[in-house]
Structure formats: structure tokens, C-alpha cells
């Protein structure tokens, strides 16, 4: 019977190319056993992904001393590939496959056989995948219904709930307790790694980003429409002889038909209106700001800007701040703090910083369906480096410099 150890000696001896007919047959025998031997075969006779396992691999141990004897190895193999010319490389990556082989069993014994050794577990980003459409319903009676996953968005009319295809969301709304004495409202709320959109009984759609919350009447006024948001959504109002009022932390956006994304996080320090259509007048409270303000209003194509000491008006490009209703991360000059924000928030992952990273700027188009480690290949283009971590409070994302 085939051991571990047996299988790890067949492999760099097939790496380096010195395995007979006998032990490659034996090789194969045990790649047909399982579907991840067949894969794990697969990745060792890849070049570029033997590239890629040895850059992970240091994220393997994070015990100080096989910290320190990973990333010795590492930079010994940089070293020595950069001193042989580009035509040699092919017969030197068996050798480099071969220390990525030991060094895996490094660290599968410090990780598996150890005992008593705790750690935080290395996570591989590529295993962490984007966010979708998630959601719960919380209603008036203060029921919460989890929303569908493989829908898109729900529509509200007449009491009556519905998925955009059609389908009916829960008859059980419908037979709400009576007696129930609280105001006429429910909430749509977004996790960290959701989105959803919905339609209100006026035919005004609403999409929410990621750790968001949407609170709307189950019956508008007869004389105006107000919904609640915290976090960012992007509105399509419906005209309507009705104002159409947004708050949003510090203000108030009055509208009668028009399009336009708020961004009004609560973890942010600022909250951000950008006009797409039409024309919105937005109100401040002056409450919750350290300075009194008029009311301002926004021209399609500008963003006002409000903060607790300031307010402003800028003219942006509005693709930039609507991209992720579309299903894109777009960045334009943005820090990295901006970037990682939004990362944040659709991977359900914390963010921290290893070192300064005030010089570096993000540029670019990105779609938001693929996995952390996807995303994370093209950021390394900027000079940075990442590590993933589980740990009890969740999922963190270590990022700095090479």
C-alpha cells in the first residue's frame, strides 16, 4: 500500500524527469484514484501554476520558523532562476518543483501533525468567492423572510409581494397578525457580500449594494414618498405627481423623476449623490453636520459631496459611481483604502494594511463575478502583496508592498 511519502517521492523524481515506465504507471494508478490527485497531477506538471503554488506556499505556516524557512527557500529560488537565461529555466523548474513538493510537507506537517499547535488558518483567495443576490425582508410586524438567492429582486404592490419573475414571494404576508400598531414599513436589507434590487408600488426600482438597508411605506402618503437608506442604492424614480423623497444620513434628496446613485454608509465619512438623469434638490440636516447649509441642487453628470464640515459639488464621470449596479468594481485614481472598501464589503472580508500605502493609486474596470484571488492577481500588477486569514471574527485580508 502506497503511502504519502511513497506518492511525494514518485513526483519529484517524475518532476525532474528521472522516473521509470514503472513508477510513472504507479503515478497515474494514483492520480485515478481520486479527482483531486488527478488535479494535484495536473498542477505539478503546469509551469506557470507550479509558478503560482510556490508564491502560496508561504502562506502555509504561519509558525515563526517556518515562516522564515519558506521564504528563505523562495528567495534562494528566485535568486538562482534569475542568474540562468530564460532557455534554461524549463530544466531547472523540476528542481524548483521538487522544494515546493518538500516544503509542502513542511508545512503539512507543522499544520496536521503538530500537536497542541494552534494557528489562524491560511486561506487561498481563489476559494473565496464574489458576493450575489442576498438578502432578507424584515416586515412590518416584525417578521424577516431570507430572500431568494437565485432571484434577482422582489416587487411590492398592493400588500402583495412578488419576485421579478413572477413567483410569488411567501403567502404568509398576507396573514400577518392584526392587532399590529407600529408604523406601515419594511426593510430591505443586503449583507455584507449581497446586493438585490426591488420595485416599490409606484414602479420606482431600487437596486442595494452590498451592507445596505432600504426602509420604505408598504403604502405611500397621498401627498409625498419617502423611503430611508444606509449604505448605497441606485434609484429610478417614477414620475409622479408625489415628491420623491430619499434620506440619507446627513440629507435629504427631494426628486420627481429622475435616476441617481446615493452612496450614505454609515462607516464612511461621506455621503455621496450622483445625478444620472433629471434633476434632484438635495437638503441637509443640519443637525448631524458642523455647519448650517441651503439646500443645493445637482445637474446630471455632478456629485454633491457632504461631510460634518463641508459640502461640495463636483463633476464626475457617472459610470464610475454606478458600475457596480452593472456588476463592475471601477476605479479612477482611487487609494487604496477606496478600493479595498468596496472589496470589503462584496468579499465579506476585513481589510487591514501591513504598511503605507498612500503613493499607490487603482485604475481600471473589473467585474465583480469572479473569485477574491482572481481579483487579487490583478492588483498585484501595483507592487502589492496579500495574505488571507480565517479567523474567528470572519475572513482578513492582510495587504502591503513586495
Partial sequence: MRTGKDIEQLLVRRLQGIATDTENQQIEQWADEDVQHRATLARLDSEETLREDLRTLLFLVDTEA???????????IRRSIARRPKRRLNKWLPYVAAMVIAAATLAWWF???????????IVRAENIQPGGNRATLTLT??????????????????????????????????AAPTGHTGPP??????????????????????????SSS?????????????????????????????????????????????????????????????????????GLDNSRINHAHAPFTLRPGQ??????????????????????????????????????????????????????????????????????????????EAGLDFEVIAKKSGLQLVVGTE
Fill in 66 to 76: 517556518g515562516v522564515v524557512r519558506l521564504k528563505r527557500m523562495n528567495e534562494h
Fill in 111 to 121: 499544520l496536521e501533525k503538530q500537536p497542541g499547535h494552534t494557528r489562524s488558518d
Fill in 141 to 174: 410586524d416584525g417578521r424577516t423572510i431570507t430572500l431568494d438567492e437565485t432571484q434577482h429582486g422582489i416587487i411590492f404592490r398592493d400588500q402583495n409581494i412578488s419576485y421579478t419573475d413572477g413567483s410569488r414571494l411567501l403567502d404568509q404576508y398576507e
Fill in 185 to 210: 414599513y419594511a426593510i430591505l436589507t443586503t449583507p455584507r457580500g449581497g446586493t438585490y434590487q426591488i420595485v416599490l408600488q409606484d414602479g420606482t426600482q431600487i437596486w442595494l449594494n452590498a
Fill in 214 to 282: 432600504l426602509r420604505y411605506p408598504t403604502a405611500f402618503d397621498r401627498n409625498e414618498r419617502v423611503v430611508e437608506i444606509a449604505g448605497e442604492g441606485y434609484f429610478v424614480v417614477a414620475e409622479d405627481s408625489r415628491p420623491f423623497k430619499v434620506i440619507s444620513g446627513r440629507q435629504t434628496i427631494n426628486v420627481l423623476g429622475t435616476e441617481f446613485n446615493i452612496s450614505a454608509y454609515p462607516d464612511e465619512p461621506e455621503t455621496k449623490t450622483t445625478l444620472v438623469k433629471g434633476k434632484v434638490q438635495v
Fill in 303 to 380: 456629485q454633491g459631496i457632504v461631510d460634518t464640515s463641508s459640502v461640495r459639488v463636483e463633476w464626475v464621470d457617472v459610470s464610475q459611481h454606478t458600475a457596480w449596479k452593472d456588476g463592475f468594481f471601477y476605479f479612477d485614481g482611487d487609494s487604496p483604502q477606496e478600493a479595498f472598501a468596496q472589496l470589503a464589503r462584496w468579499y465579506d472580508i476585513e481589510v487591514v494594511y501591513r504598511n503605507d500605502l498612500h503613493t499607490i493609486e487603482f485604475y481600471g474596470k473589473i467585474e465583480r463575478n469572479m473569485s477574491l484571488g482572481a481579483f487579487l492577481s490583478i492588483l498585484e
